[in-house]
Nanobody, 121 residues
Framework: QVQLVESGGGLVQPGGSLRLSCAASVTDHTIYSMGWYRQAPMKQRELVARITGSGSTNYADSVKGRFTISMDNGKVTTDLQMNRLIPEDTATYFC???????????????WGQGTQVTIYS
């Protein structure tokens, strides 16, 4: 079982900061990477940031230099530090985990329920 719960969303003015956290409860799975996606109303879901177990990171061009993703040494939690927020960052943010069940060769993504981030001016 892989269960992900996001927290830290809220309402913030442009230029402000938020820190999102994703707490993972993992049973009989190995986590290979974790990340964050976001989806605004009437728009497609897009990758925001991803981090692998080896520490490699990948960011959307729109957030480079403003957002930082991190993962704990147990690879069961991930945080997204968001700075210099702009209205275009408004979306529901989803935590993801790339995981493989013990004894299986199949890897797939698991998803949290999402946390709302709203930037207002």
């Amino acid at each position: 079982q892989v269960q992900l719960v996001e927290s830290g969303g809220g309402l913030v003015q442009p230029g402000g900061s938020l820190r999102l956290s994703c707490a993972a409860s993992v049973t009989d799975h190995t986590i290979y990477s974790m990340g964050w996606y976001r989806q605004a109303p009437m728009k497609q879901r897009e990758l925001v940031a991803r981090i692998t177990g080896s520490g490699s990171t990948n960011y959307a061009d729109s957030v480079k230099g403003r957002f930082t993703i991190s993962m704990d040494n147990g690879k069961v939690t991930t945080d997204l530090q968001m700075n210099r927020l702009i209205p275009e960052d408004t979306a529901t943010y989803f935590c993801t985990a790339d995981a493989r069940r013990g004894g299986s060769s199949v890897r797939r993504d698991y998803w949290g329920q999402g946390t709302q981030v709203t930037i207002y001016s």
